[in-house]
């Protein structure tokens, strides 16, 4: 009887440090996964000659290849301030949303959001809300907003999964943006 809970304690020893070790190889995955995230992203970067800045240049002065890094790895660029005669954007605001989605893999998979001939309607969400499970929009859209400010601005942002419609999943694929906001007022 001894001889058989010695087996089957060491059989549970055993099972548990199996799963013990496969637990460790999810975990060591996901963040070597994530360091070939970072690593694509900075290739990136380097590919299309991508230079960082660490101030905002403000409206009309954003040079061609000139990106701010507003977040760990959310890089953010200016192509067209937009309508900077009307108000700007405020907590609470309805954003309608036109993007083109793209992988930074060559060739990229792009996703068009762009035109009624891709989508009837715009993504609609509110400015300064969070993300919650299910959302229409990623959490680096919020950020960016902040930077567009007006109505038909336009812009470009490189986004981490963390940040991006994944975040809530385990997925780690970068995605970059093409966006055109338009803002409804309350």
């Given at each position: 009887m001894k001889h058989t809970?010695?087996?089957?304690?060491?059989?549970l020893i055993s099972a548990a440090g199996v799963?013990?070790?496969?637990?460790?190889c999810n975990a060591n995955?996901?963040?070597?996964?994530?360091?070939?995230?970072?690593?694509?992203?900075?290739?990136y970067l380097k590919r299309n000659n991508i230079t960082i800045i660490s101030?905002?240049?403000?409206?009309?002065?954003?040079?061609?290849?000139?990106?701010?890094?507003?977040?760990?790895?959310?890089?953010?660029h200016?192509?067209?301030?937009?309508?900077t005669e009307g108000d700007s954007v405020k907590s609470g605001d309805q954003i309608n949303m036109r993007y083109l989605k793209y992988?930074?893999?060559?060739?990229?998979?792009?996703?068009?959001?762009?035109?009624?001939?891709?989508?009837?309607?715009p993504i609609t969400f509110t400015y300064g809300q969070s993300?919650?499970?299910?959302?229409?929009?990623c959490s680096a859209w919020q950020y960016?907003?902040?930077?567009?400010k007006f109505s038909n601005s336009t812009a470009k942002i490189i986004c981490p999964s963390k940040l991006g419609f994944d975040e809530e999943q385990e997925t780690v694929t970068p995605y970059g943006y093409d966006l055109k906001i338009q803002i409804v007022k309350y």
């Open positions: 809970s010695v087996i089957a304690f060491i059989i799963a013990g070790i496969l637990s460790g995955s996901y963040a070597n996964d994530l360091k070939s995230e970072k690593a694509l992203i900075i290739e101030d905002d240049p403000g409206r009309g002065n954003w040079r061609e290849n000139d990106y701010l890094e507003i977040a760990d790895y959310l890089y953010f200016l192509i067209d301030a937009g309508d992988t930074l893999d060559v060739p990229a998979d792009t996703i068009r959001y762009w035109t009624t001939n891709d989508a009837p309607s993300a919650y499970t299910g959302s229409s929009y960016a907003i902040g930077y567009m």
